[in-house]
T-cell receptor, first 112, second 111 residues
Framework: EPEVTQTPSHQVTQMGQEVILRCVPI?????FYWYRQILGQKVEFLVS????????KSEIFDDQFSVERPDGSNFTLKIRSTKLEDSAMYFC??????????FGDGTRLSIL | DQQVKQNSPSLSVQEGRISILNCDYT??????FLWYKKYPAEGPTFLIS?????DKNEDGRFTVFLNKSAKHLSLHIVPSQPGDSAVYFC??????????FGAGTRLTVKP
Protein backbone atom coordinates (compact mmCIF):
# COMPACT_ATOMS: atom_id res chain seq x y z
CA GLU A 1 0.00 0.00 0.00
CA PRO A 2 1.33 3.46 -0.89
CA GLU A 3 2.74 5.40 2.04
CA VAL A 4 3.67 8.91 2.97
CA THR A 5 7.38 8.92 3.80
CA GLN A 6 9.16 11.47 5.94
CA THR A 7 12.85 12.14 6.37
CA PRO A 8 14.74 12.31 8.59
CA SER A 9 13.06 10.35 11.36
CA HIS A 10 14.93 12.43 13.94
CA GLN A 11 16.49 15.86 13.46
CA VAL A 12 18.60 17.58 16.10
CA THR A 13 19.29 21.27 15.51
CA GLN A 14 20.82 24.13 17.43
CA MET A 15 18.47 26.91 18.45
CA GLY A 16 18.47 29.69 15.88
CA GLN A 17 19.33 27.41 12.99
CA GLU A 18 17.11 26.70 10.04
CA VAL A 19 15.71 23.22 9.51
CA ILE A 20 13.98 21.59 6.55
CA LEU A 21 11.69 18.63 7.08
CA ARG A 22 11.01 16.52 4.04
CA CYS A 23 8.01 14.52 2.96
CA VAL A 24 7.16 12.42 -0.06
CA PRO A 25 3.36 12.28 -0.30
CA ILE A 26 1.48 9.44 -1.97
CA UNK A 27 2.01 9.89 -5.69
CA UNK A 28 -1.53 10.56 -6.94
CA UNK A 29 -2.49 12.77 -4.01
CA UNK A 30 -3.24 16.44 -4.58
CA UNK A 31 -3.61 17.83 -1.08
CA PHE A 32 -0.72 18.09 1.38
CA TYR A 33 -0.57 18.97 5.03
CA TRP A 34 1.77 19.49 7.95
CA TYR A 35 0.85 18.85 11.57
CA ARG A 36 2.86 18.90 14.74
CA GLN A 37 2.53 17.18 18.09
CA ILE A 38 4.39 18.62 21.03
CA LEU A 39 5.21 15.90 23.56
CA GLY A 40 2.16 15.10 25.66
CA GLN A 41 -0.13 17.38 23.67
CA LYS A 42 -2.59 16.94 20.83
CA VAL A 43 -1.85 16.78 17.14
CA GLU A 44 -2.13 20.35 15.82
CA PHE A 45 -2.83 21.46 12.27
CA LEU A 46 -0.18 23.72 10.75
CA VAL A 47 -0.90 24.15 7.06
CA SER A 48 -2.61 22.70 4.03
CA UNK A 49 -1.33 23.02 0.47
CA UNK A 50 -3.08 22.53 -2.84
CA UNK A 51 -2.34 23.52 -6.40
CA UNK A 52 1.07 24.91 -5.42
CA UNK A 53 -0.22 27.28 -2.83
CA UNK A 54 -1.22 27.36 0.80
CA UNK A 55 -4.96 26.82 1.12
CA UNK A 56 -5.24 27.09 4.87
CA LYS A 57 -2.90 27.76 7.79
CA SER A 58 -3.28 27.89 11.54
CA GLU A 59 -2.20 30.61 13.92
CA ILE A 60 0.86 28.49 14.71
CA PHE A 61 2.09 28.79 11.12
CA ASP A 62 3.66 32.24 11.34
CA ASP A 63 6.44 33.86 9.32
CA GLN A 64 8.95 31.46 10.81
CA PHE A 65 7.42 28.65 8.78
CA SER A 66 7.21 28.06 5.06
CA VAL A 67 6.26 25.16 2.81
CA GLU A 68 7.34 24.26 -0.66
CA ARG A 69 6.80 21.63 -3.27
CA PRO A 70 10.13 21.97 -5.06
CA ASP A 71 9.50 19.19 -7.55
CA GLY A 72 6.80 16.68 -8.42
CA SER A 73 7.36 14.45 -5.43
CA ASN A 74 8.67 16.32 -2.37
CA PHE A 75 6.81 18.53 0.05
CA THR A 76 8.95 20.39 2.56
CA LEU A 77 8.45 22.34 5.76
CA LYS A 78 11.10 24.93 6.53
CA ILE A 79 11.46 26.41 9.99
CA ARG A 80 13.69 29.47 10.15
CA SER A 81 15.52 30.52 13.29
CA THR A 82 14.31 27.58 15.36
CA LYS A 83 13.26 28.02 18.98
CA LEU A 84 13.24 25.57 21.84
CA GLU A 85 9.45 25.38 21.68
CA ASP A 86 9.62 24.15 18.10
CA SER A 87 10.68 20.77 19.47
CA ALA A 88 7.91 18.35 18.49
CA MET A 89 6.92 15.51 16.19
CA TYR A 90 6.08 16.89 12.78
CA PHE A 91 3.69 14.85 10.67
CA CYS A 92 3.16 15.22 6.97
CA UNK A 93 -0.11 14.02 5.44
CA UNK A 94 -1.60 13.83 1.97
CA UNK A 95 -4.99 13.10 0.48
CA UNK A 96 -6.30 12.31 -2.99
CA UNK A 97 -9.43 14.28 -2.42
CA UNK A 98 -10.43 16.07 0.75
CA UNK A 99 -10.53 13.07 3.06
CA UNK A 100 -9.16 10.86 4.43
CA UNK A 101 -5.70 12.21 5.01
CA UNK A 102 -2.89 9.68 5.14
CA PHE A 103 -0.05 10.38 7.53
CA GLY A 104 3.65 9.69 7.51
CA ASP A 105 5.44 8.36 10.56
CA GLY A 106 6.71 11.79 11.51
CA THR A 107 10.00 13.57 12.08
CA ARG A 108 11.04 14.14 15.64
CA LEU A 109 12.60 17.60 15.81
CA SER A 110 14.78 18.34 18.83
CA ILE A 111 16.02 21.90 19.31
CA LEU A 112 18.99 22.27 21.62
CA ASP B 1 -8.09 25.25 20.67
CA GLN B 2 -10.69 22.97 22.27
CA GLN B 3 -12.90 22.32 19.26
CA VAL B 4 -12.60 18.57 19.71
CA LYS B 5 -12.45 16.97 23.14
CA GLN B 6 -11.68 13.46 24.20
CA ASN B 7 -12.22 13.53 27.93
CA SER B 8 -10.96 10.05 28.69
CA PRO B 9 -7.18 9.88 28.37
CA SER B 10 -7.23 6.10 28.74
CA LEU B 11 -9.50 3.09 28.53
CA SER B 12 -8.85 -0.53 29.45
CA VAL B 13 -11.00 -3.35 28.09
CA GLN B 14 -10.90 -7.13 28.19
CA GLU B 15 -10.30 -8.96 24.93
CA GLY B 16 -13.57 -9.89 23.24
CA ARG B 17 -15.54 -7.13 24.93
CA ILE B 18 -16.75 -3.87 23.42
CA SER B 19 -14.54 -0.77 23.47
CA ILE B 20 -16.39 2.55 23.39
CA LEU B 21 -14.33 5.67 22.74
CA ASN B 22 -16.06 9.01 23.10
CA CYS B 23 -15.54 12.40 21.54
CA ASP B 24 -17.28 15.75 21.95
CA TYR B 25 -16.98 18.79 19.73
CA THR B 26 -17.93 22.43 19.88
CA UNK B 27 -17.54 23.56 16.27
CA UNK B 28 -20.90 23.25 14.54
CA UNK B 29 -19.16 23.87 11.21
CA UNK B 30 -17.61 20.41 11.18
CA UNK B 31 -19.06 18.51 8.25
CA UNK B 32 -17.02 15.35 8.55
CA PHE B 33 -15.52 13.35 11.38
CA LEU B 34 -12.75 10.80 11.37
CA TRP B 35 -11.14 8.39 13.78
CA TYR B 36 -7.44 7.71 13.59
CA LYS B 37 -5.41 5.07 15.38
CA LYS B 38 -1.82 5.68 16.36
CA TYR B 39 0.83 3.21 17.43
CA PRO B 40 4.05 4.42 19.11
CA ALA B 41 6.65 5.76 16.67
CA GLU B 42 4.14 5.76 13.81
CA GLY B 43 1.90 8.38 12.29
CA PRO B 44 -1.89 8.35 12.74
CA THR B 45 -3.63 5.75 10.59
CA PHE B 46 -7.09 6.42 9.24
CA LEU B 47 -9.69 4.08 10.69
CA ILE B 48 -13.22 5.18 9.89
CA SER B 49 -15.14 8.34 9.07
CA UNK B 50 -18.66 9.70 9.13
CA UNK B 51 -20.34 12.55 7.34
CA UNK B 52 -22.28 15.01 9.45
CA UNK B 53 -25.46 14.08 7.57
CA UNK B 54 -25.30 10.51 8.86
CA ASP B 55 -25.67 9.10 12.33
CA LYS B 56 -23.89 5.78 11.91
CA ASN B 57 -21.16 4.24 9.82
CA GLU B 58 -19.94 0.68 10.15
CA ASP B 59 -16.81 -1.03 8.87
CA GLY B 60 -16.20 -4.52 10.14
CA ARG B 61 -15.57 -4.44 13.88
CA PHE B 62 -15.64 -0.63 13.92
CA THR B 63 -18.78 1.51 14.14
CA VAL B 64 -18.93 5.25 14.54
CA PHE B 65 -22.05 6.93 15.90
CA LEU B 66 -22.77 10.61 15.55
CA ASN B 67 -25.25 12.55 17.67
CA LYS B 68 -25.29 16.00 16.11
CA SER B 69 -27.71 17.54 18.58
CA ALA B 70 -25.41 16.55 21.44
CA LYS B 71 -22.26 17.29 19.41
CA HIS B 72 -21.02 13.87 20.38
CA LEU B 73 -19.55 10.94 18.53
CA SER B 74 -18.34 7.57 19.62
CA LEU B 75 -16.30 4.72 18.20
CA HIS B 76 -17.33 1.17 19.04
CA ILE B 77 -14.94 -1.70 18.56
CA VAL B 78 -16.53 -5.15 18.81
CA PRO B 79 -14.98 -7.52 19.64
CA SER B 80 -11.87 -5.82 20.96
CA GLN B 81 -8.54 -7.47 20.21
CA PRO B 82 -5.11 -6.97 21.80
CA GLY B 83 -3.87 -5.53 18.49
CA ASP B 84 -6.38 -2.72 18.89
CA SER B 85 -4.28 -1.34 21.75
CA ALA B 86 -3.24 2.11 20.54
CA VAL B 87 -4.05 5.78 20.94
CA TYR B 88 -7.28 6.75 19.17
CA PHE B 89 -7.78 10.28 17.90
CA CYS B 90 -11.09 11.80 16.99
CA UNK B 91 -10.95 14.58 14.38
CA UNK B 92 -13.45 17.04 12.95
CA UNK B 93 -13.16 18.55 9.48
CA UNK B 94 -14.51 21.80 8.10
CA UNK B 95 -13.83 23.59 4.82
CA UNK B 96 -13.26 20.10 3.37
CA UNK B 97 -9.73 19.59 4.64
CA UNK B 98 -9.25 21.74 7.73
CA UNK B 99 -8.92 19.09 10.42
CA UNK B 100 -8.84 19.46 14.18
CA PHE B 101 -7.82 16.62 16.47
CA GLY B 102 -8.82 15.64 19.96
CA ALA B 103 -6.16 14.87 22.53
CA GLY B 104 -6.51 11.13 22.06
CA THR B 105 -7.57 8.17 24.20
CA ARG B 106 -5.14 5.37 24.91
CA LEU B 107 -6.95 2.04 24.56
CA THR B 108 -5.49 -1.05 26.19
CA VAL B 109 -7.07 -4.38 25.34
CA LYS B 110 -6.07 -7.04 27.82
CA PRO B 111 -5.83 -10.69 26.73
Amino acid sequence: EPEVTQTPSHQVTQMGQEVILRCVPISNHLYFYWYRQILGQKVEFLVSFYNNEISEKSEIFDDQFSVERPDGSNFTLKIRSTKLEDSAMYFCASSESFQPQHFGDGTRLSIL
Amino acid sequence: DQQVKQNSPSLSVQEGRISILNCDYTNSMFDYFLWYKKYPAEGPTFLISISSIKDKNEDGRFTVFLNKSAKHLSLHIVPSQPGDSAVYFCAGVYNNNDMRFGAGTRLTVKP
